[in-house]
């Protein structure tokens, strides 16, 4: 069996659902299990009408427009969704009855975008000669925490999961990004988790093979609206892969790898407008060929910089506490850096909580430094344990070009070097260092 994930963009549309029918048709011997997202822009159009359902009387035109429309290009009837509609709209309008808009409601608002293109989905491919039934993903046992918003599967979830796929007949197409709680409550894994969705079933049925299929043909060795030249990385390890994650890469879901790795699973990344393009492949086996694979940014780091008290705590304590403070608030920490008696730490985004934090943080008996819109850079490779030759070669190509580096830092398993930079200078350091990189080799 193999798991194929298809994209809100790789949905958008009747011709593209067209598109991705013949795409599970020609892999239908390989017993595909297929999950899907919510067309394109459906999701950010539901948090909207979410949020100001409290206030204004729900207006469904554009959901029921855009569904519509794509029911018409793929000759389907209009009545296949109305159930589902029907019970949106009564749930909209609950919530003007509601003191509080929460993330478990917004959870349950959410749904509505995978139920209704899986509905589509499943509908057009039995018309078209492949027999397939849509499943809401919580009811084949994907169970998860109360963390709504951004959920994780129970350890019961997966042996559920692999009971219920196992006795399919129809090819499933499976919601993705959706769970349920223990007490039924609608719940999501965050943005971008329906590749995690894809991930857990795929871990739960052992699947040969994970196939996320996006508008983008494969993983690219930099940002392509930034830099022209980007090309594909045909292949990354596991660890690349996790490490480009980690760091932003967007094509990539951070959560998503983790499930691969346990079951040794391969994963590609391939284009659903290009479906004979071999993409890249994300896998246990480290890449045949060292060298930088990609070049990755993040815009928006803030960067908060504190002295180790001079007296009072240990080191130890004073970094559990600080740690402490930031799990409080529910930050993640980016890079994390000291230097003697010096602590740098970077988030990605101004929190809304800022100066308390840092007020916060300077009762510890430390005065906090803050420095914001800075950008991250980070150049991934199983060469970089070359740390002084790449080193060398980054601020080599660097200084000609007036590019002030705040902060580097290499990552414990040596497949990184990451620097700061000033936001101003983000996309002429990333070209410069994709020229450094990638394109002189082309020229040789």
Known sequence: ?????????????????????????????????????????????????????????????????????????????????????????????????????????????????????????????????????????????????????????????????????????????????????LAGEWTTLGRSGSDFSASIIANAISAQEIQFWKDVPGVMTADPRVVLQARTVPVLSFEEASEMACYGAKILHPSSILPAIE???????????????????????????????????KKNIVVLRMKFPSSGLFKSEFLQKVFGIFARYHLRLGLIVTIEDMLTLTLHQPPDSLKILTAELELLGTEVQVEQNKSLICLIGRAVPKVREFAAKIFKSLPQHETEVVVISQGLRKINIAFLVEQSQCFSTLKILHQAFFESELKR
């Open 263 to 297: 079951k040794n699973i391969p994963i590609r990344i391939l284009n659903t407008n290009a479906p004979n393009f071999s993409g890249t492949t994300i896998g246990e086996s480290p890449s045949a060929v060292d060298g930088i694979k990609a070049i990755i940014h």
């Open 1 to 181: 069996m193999i798991v194929m994930k298809f994209g809100g963009t790789s949905v958008r549309n009747g011709p593209m659902i067209h598109q991705v029918t013949e795409i599970i048709r020609s892999q239908l011997e390989r017993q595909p299990v297929v999950i899907v997202s919510a067309h394109a822009g459906v999701t950010d159009h539901l948090i909207q009408l979410g949020e100001s359902a409290r206030t204004h009387r729900p207006d469904l035109t554009w959901i029921r427009e855009l569904h519509t429309q794509i029911l018409s290009e793929l000759q389907l009837s209009t009545h296949l969704i109305t159930p589902l509609l029907e019970e949106l709209e009564r749930t909209l309008n609950t919530l003007s009855l509601a003191e509080h808009y929460t993330p478990q409601r917004q959870d349950e608002i959410l749904s509505f975008g995978e139920r209704l293109s899986a509905t589509i989905i499943a509908s057009f491919m039995t018309k078209q000669g492949i027999p397939a039934r849509s499943y809401e993903a919580p009811d084949l046992g994907l169970l998860t925490n109360n963390h709504f918003g951004e959920a994780h599967p129970l350890a019961e979830a997966y042996p559920q999961l692999k009971k219920s796929i196992s006795k399919l007949q129809e090819v499933p197409v499976i919601t993705g990004f959706l769970g349920k709680t």
